[in-house]
T-cell receptor
Framework: ETGVTQTPRHLVMGMTNKKSLKCEQH?????MYWYKQSAKKPLELMFV???????ENNSVPSRFSPECPNSSHLFLHLHTLQPEDSALYLC??????????????FGEGSWLTVV | GQQLNQSPQSMFIQEGEDVSMNCTSS?????WLWYKQDPGEGPVLLIA?????ELTSNGRLTAQFGITRKDSFLNISASIPSDVGIYFC???????????????FGQGTILTVHP
């Protein structure tokens, strides 16, 4: 139990479907992240939110739409995805600031399969 | 962008053997983190290093922050079957640099332990 909870753990969706991934952190952190993990590739940072504001978008296609209603919740809305978007999507959270102790903690991930 | 070279990519060892893996970069970092990811789960933080030369242990795990700030290693002593998984290094740049605040991940080392 890392304090970061993701749902659903597994999702299969068609290319025309609309679905959402949800993340909730119970650590009092003020930054939240979405990462994508594909086979044989390093973890890819997708989005960063600090205090509910998006501070980073790493050239992610618009078919992925994040939403951060507050510092504890983060969503990833999915629509018209492609099969190559199938991957493990990891949510993470951390404190922000200039201190070195800004370790990030990951959720268990949501396995997404696009058919 | 920043790149971490993690090696080896995979290891097959016998239970009881010691394991060593490392990460190197051409850039200087101020934080090194080591994560383990069990199959089907999100990465879990093992050890965090914040000072050059720092040597930190967590049970059978030992990690060091290289004196040049460009590398780090992780050792696992007397491996057991539950050590199986993917080990990731991650690092964060200095304040004022373009990579500050961004966590860069290595490609991962896949560890298999034979009983």
């Amino acid at each position: 139990e890392t304090g970061v909870t993701q749902t659903p753990r597994h999702l299969v969706m068609g290319m025309t479907n609309k679905k959402s991934l949800k993340c909730e952190q119970h650590l009092g952190h003020n930054a939240m992240y979405w990462y994508k993990q594909s086979a044989k590739k390093p973890l890819e940072l997708m989005f960063v939110y600090n205090f509910k504001e998006q501070t980073e978008n790493n050239s992610v296609p618009s078919r992925f739409s994040p939403e951060c209603p507050n510092s504890s919740h983060l969503f990833l809305h999915l629509h018209t995805l492609q099969p190559e978007d199938s991957a493990l999507y990891l949510c993470a959270s951390s404190f922000t600031g200039v201190d070195s102790g800004n370790t990030i903690y990951f959720g268990e991930g949501s396995w997404l399969t696009v058919v | 962008g920043q790149q971490l070279n993690q090696s080896p990519q995979s290891m097959f060892i016998q239970e009881g053997e010691d394991v060593s893996m490392n990460c190197t970069s051409s850039s200087i970092f101020n934080t090194w983190l080591w994560y383990k990811q069990d199959p089907g789960e999100g990465p879990v933080l093992l050890i965090a290093l914040y000072k050059a030369g720092e040597l930190t242990s967590n049970g059978r795990l030992t990690a060091q922050f290289g004196i040049t700030r460009k590398d780090s290693f992780l050792n696992i002593s007397a491996s057991i079957p539950s050590d199986v998984g993917i080990y990731f290094c991650a690092s964060r740049g200095f304040a004022g640099g373009t990579s500050y605040g961004k966590l860069t991940f290595g490609q991962g080392t896949i560890l298999t332990v034979h009983p």
